[in-house]
């Protein structure tokens, strides 16, 4: 099995790239940004609470989103392994993924951070909110306050695996299938 963590700011094509990887690798991608949002969009209880949090740019609880990662990996045992996308968010999050994964005899393959500057996401960011209905890419403040969040809160994730030899960062900017070839050579070599 190969698990990767695809890493990096909001807006720098993690979503985009794990639809490629997904068709080469046959991997199941699991993305904590997309269960949120199909959880808001059915009203459920836990979208509610998402909510709040989502829409200011702050980070959803961390036992709110270990507890819905958890049930969709348990939901999917038979694959040949995972691409999470927004997670782990948070050390404690990288912390419970790994408990998670040992559990199952697994481990993080390796951490692939796109490294893309702050001028270039909020530029992406707000292009996306002009056609994706999404309430934390239409505001400047929401989208300067996810990037703040994630330096403070989500970089330790990539100094955590780097303890284990397991980041790797990855040049995001460019053409989409340049950028996916360069992360096919990084995993090419990891099976
Ligand atoms: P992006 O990568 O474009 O910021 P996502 O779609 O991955 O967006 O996530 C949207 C929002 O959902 C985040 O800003 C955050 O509020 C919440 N979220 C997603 N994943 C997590 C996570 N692992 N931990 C906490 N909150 C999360």
Known sequence: MINLILFGPPGSGKGTQAK???RRYELLHIS???LFRYEMGNDTPLGLKA???IEKGQLVPDE???GMLKNKV???PKVKGYIFDGFPRTVPQAEALDKLLKGKGQEVTALLALDVDDE???TRLLE???TSGRKDDSNESTIRNRIEVYKSETTPVFDYYAKSD???MIKGLGLIPTIAKRLYRVIDKLK
């Open 20 to 22: 490629n990887l997904v």
């Open 32 to 34: 904590t940004g997309d």
């Open 51 to 53: 909510k709040s949090y």
């Open 64 to 66: 709110v989103t270990i």
């Open 74 to 76: 348990d939901a999917n």
């Open 120 to 122: 270039e996401i909020v």
């Open 128 to 130: 996306r909110g002009k």
């Open 166 to 168: 397991k980041s790797q």
